[in-house]
């Protein structure tokens, strides 16, 4: 989900921590090291790193592209390969009944079919492109708070998981309990922690 | 500070109890919120909101929709013990309008349109469309934050038990 969309929806996070000085040049090298890598034309099925912003299907993160005023905004591009299983089927017993032809065997053995399962799998994997899904990132660097403009509880905690092992940053995501301990005291933090449901109606 | 993924799940109420609130401002005393991010911005219920009620051992969920639909359900609702886990929102400033769904769960901003902001024409519009958008998404975010910030601190004040659920209580029955 773009930041440009008509309509989007947004999880909020604090960073807990700091990169490493010169900020610009490690933030450079980690989206660098952790961008997306393509997978059409390889036996994988999916592919999660960051990607530029303003063009997401080519990465580049030189010469700070990814700075706009005081934020760094990039994305999180999730790339799948949605094999049907009707076709992974076809192709199955199509192999199957071709093997049993040529071998002139009557039965296979569940290894063997398993075999031939995961060529399907793999043969189809190489010739169906992955759905890419990207969505974007805006992250404050001096308050320490990002902006992931999604809410799908999957892709948050992809993106949750891919930013930790890149960064090695915590987030926390800002829900009822953390928003409130932005702002309380001690005393109403102590309130907040025996805190139980009122009953509006009896 | 708790455990997150706890917190997450124990403070779900407070949540819910905010934006049952919430709706009873906007009915009750829309210039309260004025007073609160001290701006003249007009706050009105969408089109679609939801409650949930787990007074019983089973959850039950209620949601209301529509664009010309009464909020006399959700009332009864209320009166039978729900709290509400969702709301569609309208706000206004001036001629500029923010629709959002709030949910009290995780107070994640779902849904949300923006004023009309400039047209990107040439790759060259880019950057000041984003920041043009930062803008307005970050206006929206700070009346909601200063909103619920205010209803946290009434919610853990002598005043929630004494004055505001009577008089939350009152509005449901009346």
Redo the contacts between chains.
């Keep these: 989900m773009s930041i440009l969309s008509s309509s989007v929806s947004i999880t909020r996070y604090q960073v807990l921590g700091q990169l490493v000085d010169p900020l610009m040049d490690t933030l450079t090298r980690l989206l660098t090291q952790n961008a997306i890598v393509e997978i059409d034309d390889e036996d994988v099925d999916q592919s999660a790193g960051w990607t530029s912003f303003e063009d997401p299907f080519t990465p580049d993160f030189t010469g700070s592209a990814f700075v706009m005023g005081s934020q760094f905004i990039f994305s999180f591009r999730m790339d799948k390969k949605a094999i049907p299983l009707k076709v992974v089927n076809k192709r199955f017993r199509q192999q199957i009944t071709k093997l049993l032809k040529e071998s002139g065997k009557e039965f296979l053995s569940r290894n063997e079919k398993k075999q031939i399962k995961e060529d399907v799998i793999r043969e189809l994997s190489l010739r169906i492109p992955a759905t890419p899904n990207v969505y974007d990132v805006l992250w404050n660097y001096e308050k320490s708070s990002i902006w992931f403009f999604s809410t799908q509880k999957s892709v948050n905690e992809a993106f949750e998981v891919f930013f930790t092992k890149s960064f090695k940053l915590n987030l926390v995501r800002r829900f009822p309990y953390t928003a409130a301990m932005e702002s309380l005291t001690n005393s109403e933090e102590d309130i907040l922690n025996r805190l139980t449901p009122s009953q509006f109606m009896e | ?2 455990d ?1 993924s706890v ?2 799940n ?6 819910y ?2 934006l ?1 609130w919430l709706w009873f401002v906007i009915e009750h005393d829309p210039a309260q919120l004025n007073r609160v991010i001290q701006e003249n911005i007009n706050f009105t219920v969408g089109n679609r909101i939801m409650l949930q009620n787990a007074v019983h051992d089973a959850v039950e969920t209620i949601t209301i929709k529509g664009d010309d639909a009464g909020l006399e359900e959700g009332i009864l609702a ?4 729900a ?1 509400v886990t969702e709301i569609h929102l309208r706000v206004t400033e001036e001629e500029n309008e923010w629709q959002l769904t709030l ?11 923006l004023p009309e902001s400039g047209q ?1 024409e040439t ?1 060259d519009d ?2 000041g ?3 043009e ?2 803008f307005l ?1 970050e206006k929206i ?1 700070v009346w909601v ?1 200063a909103i ?2 205010y209803f ?2 009434i ?2 004040s002598p005043e ?2 004494d004055v505001v ?1 009577p008089q ?2 009152k509005w ?1 029955l009346q």
Excluded at chain 2, 10 to 15: A, D, E, I
Excluded at chain 2, 78 to 81: D, N, V, Y
């Design positions: 500070m708790l997150i917190a997450y124990r403070y779900k109420f407070v949540g109890e905010f049952t209320l009166k039978k013990g709290l949910k009290g769960e995780n107070l994640n901003i779902s849904n949300l349109k990107i790759k880019v950057e469309a984003v920041l958008k930062f998404y975010m934050d619920y910030c946290i601190k919610r853990l929630w038990n659920v939350i209580k449901i």
